[in-house]
C-alpha cells in the first residue's frame, strides 16, 4: 500500500464543493470525495500552521510535543510520522511545506549532526526530503523570514524570472504597465493576476515536482509522501486564469454580527481589534481576497485533478491510499477576523478526505461521517493502512480507517481538542500576558465548543445547536454553567491524559507484571512461608562466619 | 559553591529525632537542621524510588518526563541535572544509587553511543559517575533483578566475603552457629546481626567512597555530588551494633485504625490485602523490621556525622550547600500497608534540610519552614544557588533559597503534587485496570489532601486538620462534594500547566515579538497605508512583464 498524504494550507472546511459551498467549483475534490469518505467534523490540532503541522507529523497533541507555535523547535527525540514508519519499512518522504523549525540546541547537546542522516531527517520532522519549500520567502525591514534555501527561488530563476527574490516579485505580485511591481502583501491588488505563468506557478509547480517523484517510484509501493502545499494560503493573488474566475458576487457574506464587537473576551477583542482583523472587517478586502482565495483553490483542484489522472493512467490508484486535508482554515472577515488563530469553525475545522482503494471501502465511498475527528488521528490512520499496530504509547491519535471500512468503533471519543499559543503577539503583550499563560484550548463535542483560556481568563462557549454560526459567547453566562463545569470535566481528563511514556508500550508494561518478585525482590515474606519454597532456595546457603548470632 | 545532595531511600520525614521521633535518636540530622532549615511539608514527587528520583534529578513531574515508575525509562533527550549544570560549567558527579533505566530503543534511534560521552552521561540520568550502585541484587527464580555491575559487590569480595552475591549472603542477611545464611528477606531474622562487619556496610563503605572522592576535590569548587545511599531502604536488616540499639518497645504503635478496612477505596484495599500489607499489619513483624530500620537509620545518622565533620575539619563547610533529603517514606505498617505507594504522609511526605553556608542564610538557621514544598524544587535550587538563571521552562520545580534567606516569595504554590504509576502490579491485574489507567495523581493543600484515580474510580480525601492521621476517607463523603471540587480545579490546572515547551525559554519568546513583520510577512495590508512606508520600500521595484494587467 502507497500513501499519500495531500495537505493545503490555510484551506476552509466549507469552501469545497462538496461541503456545500454555493459558488464554488471543485469537481476534483468532489471526485475524491466520492472515491471515499469526506469527514465533516475533522478539527486541527492547531489553528496556525508549524504547530498543526508538528501535530499531523508526530499524531501529538502541541502540547505533548512542545512545539506551540510557528517557529517554536519540535523537540529533538520526539517520534514522528517518519520514525514509525520507517521502523516498519515504509519510506516517508515530503514534497513541499512542513514549516519545521530544528531543535538546534537539543541536537548539540545530544550530538546529533544536522548533516548526519539522523540529523537530516531530524530536522526535517523524519522526512526524507525530496523538495522542502515551505512557500514563505518575503524581505522586511529587519531582512529576510527564512533563511534557508528555496528549490522554488531556484526554479524561478532558472526560467528567467529575473529577480533576487522572485517568489515575491512574480509568483506574488502582479505587474503594471510601467513594469512595477504591485506586491501581492497588498489586497487592492489581489483581482490582479500574479505575473507568472500558471505553470510556474507555485501549486502547478509543485505538482509536477511530486508526479517527476512518482514517476521514478516504479518497484517502490512501500511509502508514505507528503505533497504539502503552501496555497491557498496568502499573499491573496493568483496568475490568470484564476485571478478573474470569481468575482465579488460570489463570495458569501461574512459570518457576523455587530453583538460580536460588544464587550467580546478579551483575546477575541484583542484579535477583532488588531490590524488583520480590522482590514478583514472591511467589505472593500473581502471582495478583492475572497475571489483570489477562491482563485486559488480552484487552481489546486485543477492541479489534484492532474494527480488523480495519473494515478488512474497508471493504475496506481488501486493501490494508493489518499488523505487530503489542510492545516487550518481562514477567517477571511467572518467573526470580524482574518486569518485564524482562535477556534470558530472556520479557523478551526478542516477539510478531510480519505481514499482507501480497498475493497473493505467499498460500501462507504461517496458518504460524508460526522464523528469527531482531529488532525492527528492521520498518523494513526497511515500506520494502521500499512497492517501494522499503531504505537498509542507515543501516537495520541486514532485510526479512522474503522469509520471508512463501515465499522463504527466501540469506543470514539466524545470531545475534540484543538491548542493554540499567542504568546509572541501584541494581543499577548497589551494583555501583559507571560509567554506560558498566552496559551488557550478548544473542547468541542457533539453539541458544544468551549476554548479555555490560561491567565485567568474567562472561557469562550457556543451552543452548536441553537447557534450554528457561533455568534453568541455564553462563556459568562449564568445559566450555562453546568454546561462550563462538563467542558471543563472534558478539559481536566485530557490534561490528566497519559502522553509522555513515550519509551514504553502498553504491552511492555504487561510483560513487566510480577518480574521482580521471581527475580529476588522478595518482599512481605515474614518466615518465608509465605511463598513457593522455590521461591526461599536462592536466598539460602552457607557463608563464612563475620559477625556469629 | 559546592553543591552537596544526600539522598536517602525510603526514609520516612519523622524519623528523625528533630522532627520529633521520641526513640530515635539522630544528632547529626538534628546538627544539620541546626545549621540550616528543615522543610516540614516536603513532598516526594512519587511514592516510588524510580519514578522519584527521575523528577529529582530532572526537576519535572514524572507524568512530564515519562518515568512514571521503577524500571520505566526516561526517554532519551530530557534534560536533566547535569544537562543544566554542565551548560553553567558545574561538574555533576554520583555516589550511589539513581534508579535509572536508559532508554536504550531512543538512544538507538537518534544514533548515541551508549559508550560515547554523552551516552553514557543519558544513560546515567546526566551523572559523571563516581561510583554507581543501585544497592539491590537479588537473585531469584528467574534469574538476577540487576544484571549490571556491582561496585559493593565487587568490593565486598576484595574483602573476603566470600559468595558470587556477598551483598545478600553477607550485607543483608545473618547467619546462624553452623554458617546457615538468615537471609534478610525473612523478617522474622531482622532482629540479628548481618553477617558482616561495619565498615564493609553499605552505608559506611558508600561513605568512604564519597570521602575518598571528596580528598581528590582539591580546588574544583564547581561541583554537584549527589551522595545517594540505599538505606534504610529494606531488607530490614543492619550490622552490630546496630541490630540491637532499639526494640520492640521503642517503636510507635501503628497510626491505623479498623474502620480503614471497611469498604475502602478498591485500589488502597488491594494494597491493605496483598502479602505486604497483609504482612505489615502483623504486630510480630513490626516489632522485628522497625527496630531494625531505626538501627539503619541510626548507622545512617553516625556517617552523616562522619561527613560533617569532614567538611568542617577541612573548611569546606564554609562553601558547600548541603540538602538533606529522601526519595519517599515507609508505611511500616500504618494504615495496613507495608512499602509505599499510596500517599498517606508516612509515604509521601520526606525528610528536607537544606543548609546554606553564605551570611544570607544566617537568620533563618535552625528553624523550620511549612510551606508546600516537592522533591522537583531541589534541582531549581542547586541551579539558584549557583546565582544562574533557573531554565523554568525545563525545570518545574522552584528554588527553595528564597525560603532559607527569608524572603517568603510572593507568590508560593497553594498545592503539591504526587504521582504514582502502579500499572505492572497484580493490583491493577485484579481492577482490570489497563497500564494507562493504572496511575493516580495526589493533590494537598495547606487543609486538604485528595488522590485521584485513572480509570473511572473514585478519589480519597483527607481533611488534615480534623483528621491528621488520615484515617477517615471523604473521598464519596457527599457533604464534601465542594471540597472535591476546589481539589479538581488545582489538579485541571496542574494538568493543563505547560509542561512539554522544553526547547524555547520564556526569554526566547519574547524576544519573537514582532519578528515576523519586520521581515516581510506583512499582514492585514489592503493598499499599505497601514503601516510606515519604510515597511512598503522592500516589496516595491521593478520588473519583467509576464502577465500585463
Given amino acids: 500500500m502507497k500513501l499519500l498524504f495531500i495537505m493545503y494550507d490555510q484551506l476552509r472546511f466549507d469552501y469545497l464543493s462538496c461541503a456545500g459551498h454555493p459558488t464554488i467549483e471543485t469537481p476534483n475534490m468532489d471526485r475524491l470525495a466520492a472515491m471515499g469518505v469526506r469527514f465533516t467534523r475533522a478539527y486541527a490540532p492547531s489553528t496556525i500552521c508549524g504547530s498543526s503541522r508538528m501535530s499531523f507529523y508526530t499524531g501529538r497533541y502541541t502540547s505533548s510535543h512542545g512545539a506551540h507555535r510557528n517557529n517554536y523547535p519540535l523537540r529533538a527525540g520526539e517520534q514522528t510520522l517518519g520514525d514509525h514508519l520507517r521502523s516498519i519499512n515504509y519510506d516517508c518522504y515530503l514534497v513541499g511545506k512542513t514549516h519545521m523549525i530544528m531543535d538546534q540546541a537539543g541536537m548539540a547537546r545530544m550530538g546529533i549532526e544536522r548533516d548526519s542522516v539522523i540529523g537530516a531527517r531530524m530536522a526535517q520532522t523524519g522526512f526524507d526530503v525530496v523538495i522542502r519549500d515551505d512557500g514563505l520567502w518575503p524581505q522586511g525591514v529587519d531582512g529576510v523570514y527564512n533563511q534557508t534555501y528555496s528549490p522554488y527561488n531556484?526554479?524561478?530563476?532558472?526560467?528567467?524570472?529575473?529577480?533576487?527574490?522572485?517568489?515575491?516579485?512574480?509568483?506574488?505580485?502582479?505587474?503594471?504597465?510601467?513594469?512595477?511591481i504591485l506586491s501581492g502583501w497588498l489586497m487592492t491588488y489581489a483581482d490582479r493576476p500574479a505575473n507568472i505563468a500558471n505553470e510556474d506557478s507555485e501549486t502547478p509547480w509543485l505538482t509536477t515536482q511530486f508526479l517527476d517523484w512518482l514517476d521514478e517510484q516504479k518497484g517502490n509501493n512501500h511509502w508514505l509522501c507528503h505533497l504539502s502545499y503552501i496555497k491557498p494560503h496568502?499573499?491573496?493573488?493568483?496568475?490568470?486564469?484564476?485571478?478573474?474566475?470569481y468575482k465579488a458576487n460570489d463570495i458569501l457574506p461574512a459570518n457576523r454580527d455587530v453583538t460580536e464587537q460588544i464587550d467580546p473576551h478579551p483575546v477575541y477583542g484583542g484579535f477583532q481589534q488588531d490590524l488583520i482583523g480590522r482590514t478583514f472587517s472591511d467589505q472593500a478586502t473581502r471582495e478583492k481576497a475572497i475571489p483570489a482565495y477562491m482563485g486559488l483553490i480552484k487552481q489546486c483542484d485543477d492541479e489534484l485533478g492532474r494527480i488523480l489522472d495519473h494515478l488512474e493512467a497508471t493504475?496506481?490508484?488501486?493501490?494508493?491510499?489518499?488523505?487530503?486535508?489542510?492545516?487550518?482554515?481562514?477567517?477571511?472577515?467572518?467573526?470580524?477576523?482574518?486569518?485564524?488563530?482562535?477556534?470558530?469553525?472556520?479557523?478551526?475545522?478542516?477539510?478531510?478526505?480519505?481514499?482507501?482503494?480497498?475493497?473493505?471501502?467499498?460500501?462507504t465511498r461517496g458518504t460524508t461521517c460526522d464523528a469527531l475527528v482531529e488532525g492527528i488521528d492521520?498518523?494513526?490512520?497511515?500506520i494502521d493502512a500499512t497492517g501494522n499496530p499503531i504505537p498509542d504509547?507515543?501516537?495520541?491519535?486514532?485510526?479512522?480507517?474503522?469509520?471508512?471500512?463501515?465499522?463504527?468503533?466501540d469506543q470514539w471519543r466524545d470531545y475534540a481538542i484543538s491548542e493554540y499559543d499567542f504568546a509572541p503577539t501584541e494581543i499577548a503583550r497589551n494583555l501583559d500576558l507571560a509567554p506560558r499563560d498566552a496559551r488557550c484550548v478548544m473542547v468541542v463535542t457533539k453539541d458544544w465548543k468551549m476554548v479555555h483560556f490560561h491567565g485567568n481568563l474567562p472561557p469562550m462557549l457556543f451552543d452548536l445547536n441553537s447557534d450554528p454560526n457561533e455568534l453568541n459567547d455564553l462563556g459568562q453566562n449564568p445559566s450555562h454553567q453546568n454546561i462550563r463545569q462538563q467542558m471543563y470535566t472534558h478539559l481536566q481528563d485530557w490534561g490528566l491524559r497519559m502522553a509522555q511514556r513515550t519509551a514504553?508500550?502498553?504491552?511492555?508494561?504487561?510483560?513487566?507484571?510480577?518480574?521482580?518478585?521471581?527475580?529476588?525482590?522478595?518482599?512481605?515474606?515474614?518466615?518465608?512461608?509465605?511463598?513457593?519454597?522455590?521461591?526461599?532456595?536462592p536466598i539460602q546457603g552457607k557463608a563464612k562466619i563475620f559477625r556469629p548470632s
Avoid at 234 to 245: F, G, L, N, Q, S
Avoid at 323 to 340: C, F, Q, R, V
Avoid at 510 to 528: A, E, I, T
Wanted: aromatic content about 10%; proline content about 8%; some cysteine.
Fill in 154 to 180: 531556484h526554479y524561478l530563476q532558472s526560467k528567467g524570472y529575473d529577480s533576487p527574490n522572485p517568489w515575491h516579485d512574480y509568483a506574488n505580485s502582479a505587474v503594471d504597465r510601467d513594469g512595477n
Fill in 234 to 245: 496568502w499573499p491573496y493573488i493568483v496568475p490568470a486564469p484564476y485571478h478573474d474566475m
Fill in 315 to 363: 493504475g496506481q490508484i488501486q493501490d494508493t491510499l489518499i488523505a487530503l486535508t489542510s492545516d487550518h482554515g481562514d477567517y477571511l472577515g467572518d467573526h470580524w477576523m482574518g486569518e485564524k488563530d482562535l477556534f470558530h469553525d472556520c479557523s478551526v475545522k478542516i477539510p478531510l478526505i480519505l481514499f482507501d482503494p480497498r475493497p473493505e471501502a467499498d460500501h
Fill in 504 to 537: 514504553l508500550s502498553e504491552q511492555d508494561i504487561n510483560r513487566m507484571s510480577g518480574q521482580p518478585g521471581r527475580k529476588g525482590v522478595l518482599r512481605g515474606l515474614y518466615d518465608g512461608s509465605e511463598v513457593d519454597p522455590e521461591w526461599i532456595k
Fill in 378 to 382: 492521520l498518523a494513526a490512520t497511515f
Fill in 393 to 409: 504509547h507515543v501516537i495520541e491519535g486514532r485510526s479512522l480507517l474503522p469509520w471508512i471500512h463501515g465499522q463504527a468503533p
